[in-house]
Nanobody, 120 residues
Framework: QVQLVESGGGLVRAGGSLRLSCAAS????????MGWYRQTPKSQRELVAS???????RYLDSVKGRFTISRDNAKNTVYLQMNSLKPEDTAVYYC??????????????WGQGTQVTVSS
């Protein structure tokens, strides 16, 4: 009922930048928290950054000062600007959104994932 379409991943050299986008569509009443998670074959999925409907943000310690999360509520889209990328940022990045459906039920949706690879 809530679909997420991600874009913006790719291959970049260390020190470079990428911008991820995630657009939500479907029959929902509201979007509360929008966030980005990442996962590698050797690690559990971890929260990279999140932003509430009121604009409050939180970041993984290792990305503070390098990554910036933002959202465009009119477009139901969340962005992750990633600067000064490091090889250890290499992972599949997943968009995550939660909120309320039109019938009052809560939902949590995940994107399909986008690969970010940072070469040294």
């Amino acid at each position: 009922q809530v679909q997420l379409v991600e874009s913006g991943g790719g291959l970049v050299r260390a020190g470079g930048s990428l911008r991820l986008s995630c657009a939500a569509s479907g029959s929902f009443f509201s979007i509360n928290v929008m966030g980005w998670y990442r996962q590698t074959p050797k690690s559990q999925r971890e929260l990279v950054a999140s932003i509430t409907s009121g604009g409050n943000t939180r970041y993984l310690d290792s990305v503070k000062g390098r990554f910036t999360i933002s959202r465009d509520n009119a477009k139901n889209t969340v962005y992750l600007q990633m600067n000064s990328l490091k090889p250890e940022d290499t992972a599949v990045y997943y968009c995550n959104v939660d909120g309320l459906l039109r019938d009052g039920r809560s939902y949590i949706s995940w994107g399909q994932g986008t690969q970010v690879t940072v070469s040294s």
